[in-house]
């Protein structure tokens, strides 16, 4: 085996683990504590949960290729790849939105309280997932 097969073999699914166990821990931590107040742990939430579906997807794929095909079953296959490109797209949006507001909050000061509330991050975040999923419609067709 060389060692690209070998890394295919043992190391993805070794980082996957890893990244699925990391991502919860991150959910679990910003959930029960007092960051779920802060409207930039909003986006770190946010960014948690798509790159834990993009893992969950990336497993899907990976498991079909070594055990079991069950990605070719009707309707796995549009709706991991649906996932798969929702998560991606989701999670680099959110960051970027992540640093807009840090940039907003260290050169706007005075309008901060306005512009960075928790309650407009949370739209942010809703109006943007809701846009990325309709326009990743056309994966599952």
């Not at 507001?101 to 309650?119: H, P, Q, V, Y």
């Not at 999923?133 to 056309?138: D, E, I, P, S």
Request: overall charge positive; aromatic content about 18%.
């Amino acid at each position: 085996m060389t060692s690209i097969q070998k890394f295919t073999e043992y190391g993805m699914p070794v980082f996957m683990s890893i990244g699925i166990a990391g991502n919860v821990i991150i959910l679990l931590a910003l959930i029960a504590t007092k960051l779920k107040r802060v409207s930039f742990s909003q986006y770190i939430l946010a960014m948690s949960i798509s790159d834990l579906a993009y893992l969950l997807s990336s497993a899907i794929i990976w498991i079909s290729d070594h055990w079991y095909d069950f990605f070719n079953k009707t309707g796995i296959c549009q709706l991991t790849t649906y996932t798969w490109f929702l998560a991606n797209f989701l999670s680099t949006w959110f960051l970027v939105f992540a640093h807009i507001e840090r940039c907003l909050i260290n050169f706007a000061s005075g309008r901060r309280k306005t512009w960075c509330s928790l309650f407009r991050t949370k739209c942010i975040i809703i109006v943007v997932a809701i846009f990325s999923m309709v326009a990743n419609l056309y994966i599952l067709w």
